[in-house]
């Protein structure tokens, strides 16, 4: 289990996110993902020696279907801390039932020309405090 979790938002499956068979696109799991990462990152204040991220690679897994009109509740950890970057594991629930997991690799850059960097000790610090 983490070290502490965020939950990070809840959202209601809307009509324009599910398919012919009443259930939710997988790419819609990504998309919700990506916002509850972003809203677990704005809870760290920036600093000037940030990295510029790049997202790296990104998988999901699913267990059970979302429908039109479900509540669901993502909670974001950190699943791995590297040198040059940073995993996040956002699970999904519907109550208490698991329906999804989706995890996000960033790489940190130069916001420049893209190359590697490796991340701040004060952020590295940061992650480790929402480890798995």
Do not use: C
């Not at 429908?67 to 974001?76: A, L, P």
């Amino acid at each position: 289990m983490a070290k502490d979790t965020i939950k990070a938002s809840d959202f209601r499956v809307a009509f324009r996110d599910v398919d012919m068979n009443g259930q939710m696109f997988r790419s819609v799991y990504i998309d919700r993902a990506e916002e509850a990462v972003a809203a677990f990152w704005r809870r760290r204040k920036t600093k000037d020696d940030d990295p510029f991220f790049i997202t790296g690679k990104v998988a999901g897994t699913f267990h059970v279907p979302l429908q039109v009109g479900d509540i669901v509740h993502t909670h974001v950890g950190v699943s791995k801390i590297g040198g040059k970057s940073a995993g996040f594991l956002v699970r999904m629930t519907r109550g208490e039932e698991a329906v999804a997991e989706v995890e996000i690799v960033w790489v940190a850059t130069d916001g420049k020309g893209g190359s590697p960097v490796a991340l701040p000790e004060d952020l590295r610090d940061w992650l480790y405090s929402f480890l798995d």
